[in-house]
């Protein structure tokens, strides 16, 4: 078993910047490979982002490219997702998610282990 808790979301305006934290207990982090997902309302959860278990592969849909960061500190049994540029549309519930495999996937029925999620609005 995995537990995950995420934190760090919040109200921000467009153009501003937030970072989410997704701390994990129970089994070794390290051999799970995690993403981030998140859910808009009245719309189904889509993929943001994923890193692989090393940290050396990283993924992300086309709407974040270039604006949001995705890393982890396995020491911390942590992972990241820093969001810049931020958008009204970013406007979402975010999840964290884990994958007990090393190879990262994007598909959200391929993930294991999910947090409560944390919201963020971005304001015009």
């Known amino acids: 078993q995995v537990q995950l808790v995420e934190s760090g979301g919040g109200l921000v305006q467009a153009g501003g910047s937030l970072r989410l934290s997704c701390a994990a207990s129970?089994?070794?982090?390290?051999?799970?490979?995690m993403g981030w997902f998140r859910q808009a309302p009245g719309k189904e959860r889509e993929f943001v982002a994923a890193?692989?278990?090393?940290?050396?592969?990283?993924y992300y849909a086309d709407s974040v490219k270039g604006r949001f960061t995705i890393s982890r500190d396995n020491a911390k049994n942590t992972v990241y997702l820093q969001m810049n540029s931020l958008k009204p549309e970013d406007t979402a519930v975010y999840y964290c998610?884990?994958?007990?495999?090393?190879?990262?996937?994007?598909?959200?029925?391929?993930?294991?282990?999910w947090g409560q999620g944390t919201q963020v609005t971005v304001s015009s």
């Open positions: 998610a884990a994958d007990y495999s090393l190879v990262v996937v994007t598909s959200d029925g391929d993930y294991d282990y």
């Open positions: 129970g089994r070794t982090f390290s051999v799970y490979a």
């Open positions: 890193i692989s278990w090393s940290g050396g592969d990283t």
